[in-house]
């Protein structure tokens, strides 16, 4: 059964190779499936903000004028609205006045000129969230609403958000050696997050879909996730820090996996965005494993290195086999580099979880660590309440 399997990737490879225009194409078609998933991210930004801030204009702008609305009702299957009488219920003297929506998007999917979309609402205050599912069509040349349908549940969301740092390379250094961000270190802190009411969202150097490594789908709790459409949506289409507002999170937390060693503690965007959240918003800063690696870099307003005089944890060398080659790609050393910058840095066992706490900084030495630094974070947060 081994020898078949690799007999048929053998020729699969050999079919590619033969039709060099077929990866072209491909390309193409993600590109354009990109540029139209982009563009309906817009309109639905349009509903969501215009919908939370009584702006009738904005969200006319989202919707085609012949749309129906399919709403939740008391004693029937469905309450069938019109767009103009839906319209009608945002009322000019309330536009620019925040309403206490809070939306996010959560999956996306095109098909030629039709496109499905869903959209979280949630009313902290109310602990009520809506599910808005929509259905969308390509019309003179733009994206628009033409169906949305919503049901309401109860929910224990806060509104609050945490953003976590993945980094988009996909090999190590210049190397042709694969590497991918932990898919144990993204889940088991998700978890931990949205179990406490958090909303969280992904950045990357690049955006877009990231490489994810470790997928093991002998654990319950990691196939689950694999198989969550909200999720991988999300890991499949990252934001770049230039897209996203220090204000809005209250906490970062930087993924491992081999390649956070590139392309994340040099990338300026990140690291501003970062130390906004940090200094200007009172945030905290997490990182698990080789995630340690993203914050060497990271200076505060006054000059010095953030790790200046911390307790910091992480993967050292020590854990690593410095005989490997993709050790030999390695940027920088992570232990050494923070040593360096008058850091203290510390681990447990090489097996077991174990994290570091000086005051908002967290981080954990291993993906074990993952779900302890989530939870350490979760108190914080809950200590020091978000100002409005």
Not at 283 to 311: E, F, M, Q, W
Request: glycine share 6%; charged share 20%.
């Amino acid at each position: 059964m081994r020898y078949l399997l690799k007999l048929l990737q053998a020729v699969i490879v050999v079919m590619l190779l033969q039709q060099p225009g077929l990866a072209a194409d491909i390309n193409n078609r993600h590109q354009q499936d990109q540029q139209h998933v982009a563009a309906i991210q817009l309109v639905l930004q349009d509903y969501i903000d215009g919908t939370s801030f009584s702006n009738k204009p904005q969200i006319a702008k989202a919707f085609h004028p012949l749309a129906d609305l399919l709403l939740d009702k008391e004693g029937q299957a469905f309450n069938k609205v019109s767009f103009a009488d839906y319209l009608g219920w945002y009322k000019e003297a309330q536009q620019g006045t925040f309403n206490g929506r809070i939306g996010e998007i959560l999956q996306i999917d095109v098909s030629g000129t039709l496109a499905s979309a869903k959209v979280e609402i949630i009313f902290p205050k109310q602990q009520a969230r809506f599910m808005d599912v929509f259905l969308l069509k390509y019309v003179d040349n733009q994206w628009q609403i033409i169906t949305k349908a919503a049901t309401k549940q109860a929910s224990s969301q806060n509104g609050e958000r945490v953003l976590f740092i993945l980094s988009s390379a996909s090999f190590h250094g210049n190397s042709k050696i694969p590497a991918g961000a932990s898919f144990p270190e993204i889940v088991n802190a998700y978890q931990s997050f949205k179990q406490a009411g958090y909303t969280v969202d992904f950045v990357s150097p690049e955006g877009g879909a990231v490489p994810l490594a470790y997928i093991d789908t002998s654990d319950d709790l990691y196939k689950a996730h694999l198989y969550d459409s909200d999720l991988m949506f999300a890991l499949k289409h990252t934001k770049q820090a230039t897209q996203l507002k220090a204000q809005n999170y209250r906490a970062v937390h930087y993924i491992g996996g081999s390649n956070a060693m590139y392309g994340v503690a040099d990338n300026a965007e990140i690291s501003r965005l970062v130390m906004d959240i940090y200094e200007q918003h009172q945030g905290i800063i997490s990182a698990v494993c080789h995630g340690t690696a993203g914050i060497v870099h990271l200076k505060t307003k006054d000059g010095k290195y953030l790790v200046d005089g911390k307790r910091i944890s992480g993967y050292p060398e020590d854990f690593e086999n410095k005989a490997a080659d993709y050790f030999q790609q390695f940027p920088f050393l992570i232990k050494q580099t923070i040593e360096s910058r008058n850091g203290s840095f510390h681990v447990g066992k090489q097996s077991e979880a174990y994290i570091e706490v000086d005051g908002r900084i967290i981080t954990g030495q291993n993906y074990k660590s993952s779900a302890l630094v989530a939870a350490a974070i979760i108190k914080q947060l809950q200590a020091v309440p978000q100002s409005n």
